[in-house]
Nanobody
Framework: VQLQASGGGLVQPGGSLRLSCAAS????????MSWFRQAPGKGPEWVST???????YYTDSVKGRFTSSRDNAKGTLYLQMNSLKSEDTAVYYC???????????????WGQGTLVTVSS
């Protein structure tokens, strides 16, 4: 199993970025996938989840600004981030649930992270 996150970078406040997470070694369509982030000096924070049926869930601070999705055919998870704020600065990680289909399973594989810096 491998998760390869990409798409991070430096963006001005109000700008947009799209993160990708390329999955290999398993069938992404069968697993809940999520995005987490860790800001400098802070603990990890859950950002968004995409369930196997395509349902999406978001932490309150990103609702209306971030959109997560999956392309099962490509084995890729996405996070479209709009109206970015300085407080969105963090390393973003994708993660795979440890068992098929459920929403409540812990995560057993994590990508290497991609840094998003929101600054003028």
């Amino acid at each position: 199993v491998q998760l390869q996150a990409s798409g991070g970078g430096l963006v001005q406040p109000g700008g947009s970025l799209r993160l990708s997470c390329a999955a290999s070694g398993f069938n992404i369509s069968s697993y809940t996938m999520s995005w987490f982030r860790q800001a400098p000096g802070k603990g990890p924070e859950w950002v968004s989840t995409v369930a196997t049926d395509g349902s999406t869930y978001y932490t309150d601070s990103v609702k209306g600004r971030f959109t997560s999705s999956r392309d099962n055919a490509k084995g890729t998870l996405y996070l479209q981030m709009n109206s970015l704020k300085s407080e969105d600065t963090a390393v973003y990680y994708c993660a795979k649930a440890s068992a098929e289909y459920g929403l409540a399973y812990p995560y057993n594989y994590w990508g290497q992270g991609t840094l998003v810096t929101v600054s003028s």
